[in-house]
């Protein structure tokens, strides 16, 4: 009995490292929790996606349109396995806001006085934006440790510049933003990085050709090395409007269509984009126009990208 069991562990010693090292690449790098997938009317399900590395309980939170209702939803489908009080304090380290519209920050404002102390990472801009006209004493109170007077000082603005990594207090996790054109503001995509590994978030933004910018160019520029070498683990991107809405009334916004030519953009310059994981947020009531997304969508993927619709409280691993 002895020998074998000796054999058995000699075995399992020699090929531990091949095993391990084998999963390690396998192995999902990033944890997604979506609080609120919708781009409008909806007040309990509006942008806000929860980002931890796998295994990890120190989430940053892209956007914040939901909070409350997205993690009463994500802890009664047993997502989170803490009360949704823990998740709100605990497990969110920070907040990127990628622009100051209100379905990407009103569940911010609204959560502010049960929230703990943490950062809001955002533009210059943007942080503007959230300092005069929301964190001020005649729309709410003053959370925010800049701003009008009195200051409670639960919240750090940390402005971030554009082309510049910046580590996430309280996380492993670094981030980087890049400025999108949206209508008349300047909106943002952040770059999470995970150790070797990318997870690619765009708030609100319109195609380089009707926004008449080169935003999505340096953008797509910035990632298409990282996407052939298989480290942009997923493109989290939206779609607002089914093809048919006329561009001068996309407002800052994509279209299945605009979206496809963007990622052609992106596949010239990486070579592939083929099962590229593309989450696709964003999208606009009625259930309708949300039907014909995804119909559209589905009938003209030219490039063979993996399209994946999230769900509220539901979490994703890439
Ligand atoms: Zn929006
Ligand atoms: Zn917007």
Request: aromatic letters at 8%; one cysteine or more; charged letters at 20%.
């Amino acid at each position: 009995m002895r020998l074998p069991s000796r054999i058995l562990l000699y075995l399992i010693i020699c090929f531990l490292p091949a095993v391990s090292i084998a999963q390690t690449n396998a192995a999902p790098a990033f944890r997604v929790v979506p609080l609120g997938i919708l781009g409008g009317i909806d007040e309990s399900n509006l942008s806000a996606y929860m980002i931890a590395p796998a295994g990890s309980d120190n989430y940053i939170c892209m956007d914040a349109g939901t909070l409350h209702a997205g993690i009463e939803k994500a802890v009664a489908t047993k997502t989170f396995s803490v009360t949704g009080e823990q998740v709100l304090k605990q497990y969110i380290k920070g907040y990127f806001i990628s622009h100051a519209h209100l379905d990407h920050i009103s569940g911010l404002i609204i959560n502010s006085p049960e929230d703990s102390t943490k950062n809001i990472y955002g533009l210059k801009s943007t942080l503007e934006t959230i300092k005069t006209h929301y964190f001020t004493w005649e729309s709410w109170a003053n959370f925010a440790n800049e701003g009008e007077e009195p200051r409670l000082k639960k919240y750090h603005y940390k402005a971030l510049e554009p082309g510049s990594e910046a580590a996430v207090d309280n996380t492993t996790m670094q981030v980087q933003a890049f400025p999108l054109s949206h209508s008349n503001l300047t909106s943002t995509a952040f770059l999470v990085r995970s150790n070797d590994s990318y997870i690619l978030y765009l708030g609100d933004t319109g195609a380089d050709e009707i926004e008449k910018s080169y935003n999505l160019q340096k953008l797509w520029e910035a990632v298409a090395p990282l996407v052939k070498a298989k480290k942009l683990k997923a493109i989290m991107i939206e779609v607002s409007f089914p093809n048919g809405q006329p561009d001068k009334t996309l407002f800052g916004h994509l279209t299945p269509k605009w979206l496809m030519a963007e990622m052609a953009v992106l596949k010239n310059l990486a070579g592939s984009v083929k099962g590229l994981n593309l989450v696709v947020t964003h999208l606009k009531p009625p259930v309708q126009n949300i039907i014909k997304i995804k119909n559209q969508l589905k009938a003209d993927n030219p490039l063979g990208l993996n399209l994946i619709y999230p769900q509220q409280g539901i979490a994703m691993v890439f």
